[in-house]
């Protein structure tokens, strides 16, 4: 005998209604359709698929089978940037399966990102178009700028003084690279913009003075980092907040051996990879995975909704506070080394 349950998940800019079924056999979970959740973006665009696949991968071949793998799982968002120098290679892995008839371009949700470097508004629109002919792409589902920090212009992503500190570039403001992004959108190529790697303050301040408003705000976040604050200030703003290191990283403290995280996965029947997913679909933010394992591929999709009594137990139970990226305060991505 099935047990089921009619949940309405809701949030402002999106409203799913998810069939939620619990087997008598330890309240184990049967799949729904949690994973095909997609959240509408706030200027009419389209909608960006909840789980998404993130590309930051040091080795191309693995880039391009682990993308190639990740659309036949399933995943029907990918990310990448120009940071991660893997937008070829997602090109190549997006073009072999789009020809192999089964995925079509209209059905991959595409995300990739302005760099540091290229900040100034005459540097915008040729980096995006570097982009562009990489991703083999005749338009990108969603720019990002990858953080609000400009650097020196130039070809050097990580441009450093004798010294070894940041050269930062103080001739530009975010709100003119904003500006400069519009225009994307304005000549078609790009169907929605956002921002990534940034504060609350920074993300008020672009989105009161815009004239396209940011779709999207890429960062950080998982149960050791909520950031409930800016998850309500995009609700009531129409924008999705998309978390990337849903799982943590693999980084110390470990999310995944979180005693409430593991105590609800032996009790519903899913690795607590799958509830910590499922938790941040569930309270209405889109999310990033990376593996390199066909394996935990299948297993990240793999996502079904959580009773409301194990929101709560994440929610209100878990206590540790963590950041794992320091980007977010130098604009440098990298994740920080924690001893146990």
């Given amino acids: 005998m099935k047990i089921t349950n009619r949940i309405v998940l809701t949030s402002r800019v999106c409203r799913l209604t998810i069939d939620h079924k619990l087997t008598e056999d330890k309240n184990v979970l049967e799949p729904d359709n949690l994973r095909y959740t997609k959240f509408a973006l706030n200027n009419g665009s389209g909608a960006i698929p909840a789980l998404g696949f993130g590309t930051l991968i040091p080795d191309p071949i693995i880039t391009k089978n682990a993308t190639k793998a990740a659309l036949e799982a399933g995943f029907r968002g990918l990310d990448t940037a120009e940071r991660y120098q893997t937008e070829k290679e997602v090109g ?110 920074r993300v008020k301040e672009i989105f009161e003075a815009a004239t396209i408003k940011p779709a999207v705000v890429h960062v950080e976040s998982h149960p050791y980092l909520p950031e409930w604050d ?37 009790r519903v029947g899913k690795t607590p990879a799958q509830v910590a997913l499922a938790w941040a679909i569930q309270r209405g933010t889109a999310l990033l995975t990376t593996t390199k394992t066909p394996t935990r591929l299948k297993e990240n999709f793999d996502v079904c909704t959580l009773p409301e009594d194990a929101m709560r137990e994440i929610n209100e139970g878990i206590k540790t506070q963590m950041r794992f990226n320091a980007v977010v305060e130098t604009g440098v991505p990298g994740f920080i080394p924690r001893g146990k």
Avoid at 190 to 195: Q, S, T, V
Avoid at 237 to 251: E, T
Wanted: glycine share 6%.
């Fill in 230 to 266: 800016l998850l309500d200030y995009c609700q009531k703003n129409g924008i999705v907040m998309q978390a990337f290191a849903a799982l943590g990283h693999s980084s110390e403290p470990n999310l995944l051996a979180d005693p409430v995280i593991t105590a609800i996965a032996s």
């Fill in 92 to 201: 190549e892995a997006m073009e072999e399966v789009f020809k192999a008839g089964k995925i079509k371009r209209e059905d991959v949700f595409v995300a990739t990102k302005l760099w540091n470097t290229n900040h100034r508004p005459e540097r915008v629109k040729p980096a995006f178009e570097a982009s562009l002919r990489k991703l083999q792409l005749d338009y990108i589902d969603l720019y990002l700028i990858h953080t609000p920090f400009a650097f020196q212009p130039g070809d050097v992503q990580d441009p450093r003084d004798a010294n070894g500190n940041v050269i930062y570039d103080r001739g530009v403001k975010l709100l003119d690279t904003w500006g400069a992004v519009e225009e994307l959108v304005n000549e078609g190529k790009c169907k929605a913009i956002g921002l990534s790697d940034i504060g609350l303050e």
